[in-house]
């Protein structure tokens, strides 16, 4: 009686041509899987870095600082004196922020009038230093003075008394104090009271309207 072991061996060994072409196509297919996706991934366009920062300009460095310097000086600049006028003479009355015009008399005395036409209240402003200025009386020929004791009086001659410092205040009105003296390290301020009579300098401030003057020019 016949066996068929061999046969069916040779059955189990041998695999019709289709299948085996398609196991091939198969293994085919995963084995170029991952270089199909490689292939893609590499097909990116590659990022370029971004360009560096330019440069800081000298030219608008340089301007700003000139900007910044150009307002430190006008932030920092106060023009308070008529620094630009030494040497130079001038006809005014002094109007007071009290509505006195100052004047000096023929004996020195130093007050306030209400009249326009007096003749003492016409006065010579002359600097003789930066920020520094004389006045003087053109009729008496008397000079406005304050001494160490803050008396304002008319000195017959130029002195150390007579040196003024004019500032320009904030209301535009001008102050006119001591260049020599100071009472307790304050400057005294020439002054006329409401009643038109010369205050004493060491009880005289800057803020104190009766201190201001304003310059009115003679023609």
């Known amino acids: 009686m016949c066996k068929w072991t061999v046969t069916k061996g040779a059955a189990a060994w041998f695999r019709p041509p289709r299948v085996c072409a398609l196991l091939l196509l198969l293994a085919l297919l995963c084995s170029s899987l991952p270089v199909a996706c490689h292939g893609a991934r590499s097909s990116r366009p590659a990022r370029s870095p971004p360009p560096p920062p330019p440069p800081p300009s000298r030219v608008a460095t340089n301007s700003s600082s000139s900007a910044v310097a150009a307002a430190a000086v006008v932030v920092g600049r106060h023009v308070r004196s008529y620094s630009h006028l030494t040497g130079d003479v001038r006809k005014r009355k002094l109007f007071s922020y009290q509505k006195f015009f100052l004047r000096i008399d023929k004996n020195g005395t130093v007050n306030g009038t209400k009249s326009k036409d007096d003749p003492f209240s016409i006065l010579e402003i002359k600097s003789v230093d930066v920020g520094i200025v004389a006045i003087k009386g053109l009729d008496s020929n008397y000079y406005l003075a304050i001494n160490k004791k803050g008396v304002v009086y008319g000195a017959r ?41 010369p205050m004493r300098a060491k009880k005289t401030r800057r803020k104190n309207t009766a201190t201001h003057f304003l310059p009115i020019p003679i023609p």
């Open 157 to 197: 001659e130029f002195g150390i008394d007579c040196k003024l410092i004019e500032r320009i205040e904030e209301n535009r009105y001008n102050t006119y104090a001591s260049a020599e003296w100071r009472n307790k390290k304050k400057p005294m301020f020439v002054g006329l009271s409401a009643n038109g009579k």
